[in-house]
């Protein structure tokens, strides 16, 4: 069985997905096709693997180092298309609508560069990581606070106050937020506004909204290891749960929230957002 660690896709990603194994192997995943497309090595080292897949007329991975490689992209094929040693200490990176790629580095400005090309295209100051909720939105994190972002990055609205704790997940229907924290155990609901409508006193690892079925789907992560599945409305109100006895590593949206992915101890799962029907990402 292959050891997969970590998997990246936008959320409005159809058809591919990248998962990493130890040392920077990555595997490139088609869900049309049911199939393992590409396997190559990216570059990798103390910390584990930090990359994106970039969707687009030709896809690229991009993947980021902490200490001496910098930024590469990589085409489906695994040539490396571009090198960046310029800035290390590579925290995070997040795939952008319209082939644009998002790069967090330590005590450093975060950049959005060009997928194809490494080419720098913007800066954003202040900002901790992105997260990228639909292609024409995404959510800036800070120290304390988070704040939406239009196609182009720039704000929609003001802050949101979010404490001491960092944001790490978060997804929107395009009326509400919903955001869980990073060591943190509490998931907030909010308007559009950034108004808090609802929370629940639990701690979730990865959250997604639903189309099919208009509800919030959660991935609940307790400190006995014992994993479950959460649905609940804009009201916080619980509709559903199911245990996961799996260990979850990693946690990708797709489909537009239709598709969970999930990287277990027995490779990967394809889940069914609507109803939780699961299938396996097969490795043959």
């Known amino acids: 069985m292959i050891d997969l660690r970590q998997v ?19 595997d490139v995943w088609s869900l049309m096709r049911d199939a393992r497309c590409a396997t190559f090595e990216t570059v ?29 992209g990589y085409d489906l094929t695994g040539q490396r298309l571009w090198q960046d040693r310029s800035r290390t200490n590579v925290e995070a ?57 239009d196609r182009s990055l720039d704000p929609l609205g003001s802050r949101i106050s979010t404490g001491l704790n960092i944001v790490w997940f978060a997804a929107s229907d395009g009326e509400h937020l919903v955001i869980t924290e990073i060591g943190g155990r509490v998931l907030r ?8 409508r609802a929370r629940i006193a639990e701690h979730f690892r990865h959250v997604l909204h639903d189309p099919v079925t208009g509800t919030w789907v959660a991935v609940h992560e307790p400190s006995d290891g014992k994993n479950s599945l959460f649905r609940f409305n804009n009201d916080g109100e619980i509709l559903e749960r199911r245990p996961w006895d799996l260990r979850i590593g990693g946690t990708a949206t797709m489909r537009g929230g239709r598709t969970l992915i999930l ?3 027995e490779g ?17």
């Not at 159809?14 to 192997?25: H, I, N, S």
């Not at 194809?116 to 939105?137: C, H, K, M, W």
């Open 268 to 284: 990967g799962q394809v889940v069914n957002a609507a109803n939780w029907s699961v299938r396996r990402l097969e490795t043959t």
């Open 8 to 26: 990246a896709a936008p959320p409005w990603e159809e058809d591919l997905l990248v998962t990493a194994r130890p040392k920077g192997v990555v």
């Open 93 to 149: 990176v997040t795939a952008l609508a319209g082939g644009r790629v998002v790069v967090t580095h330590l005590r450093r400005a975060t950049r959005v560069l060009e997928a194809a090309t490494g080419e720098e295209v913007r800066t954003l100051r202040g900002a901790l990581r992105v997260i990228a909720l639909r292609p024409d939105l995404s959510l800036a994190v800070g120290g304390g606070w988070c704040r939406l972002l």
């Open 189 to 196: 609901i909010l308007d559009s506004d950034g108004r808090e």
């Open 263 to 265: 990287i277990t101890t």
């Open 44 to 72: 990798w080292d103390s910390g584990g693997w930090r990359g994106a897949l970039v969707p687009g007329e030709h896809p690229v991975v991009v993947a980021g180092a902490w200490e001496r490689h910098g930024v590469c």
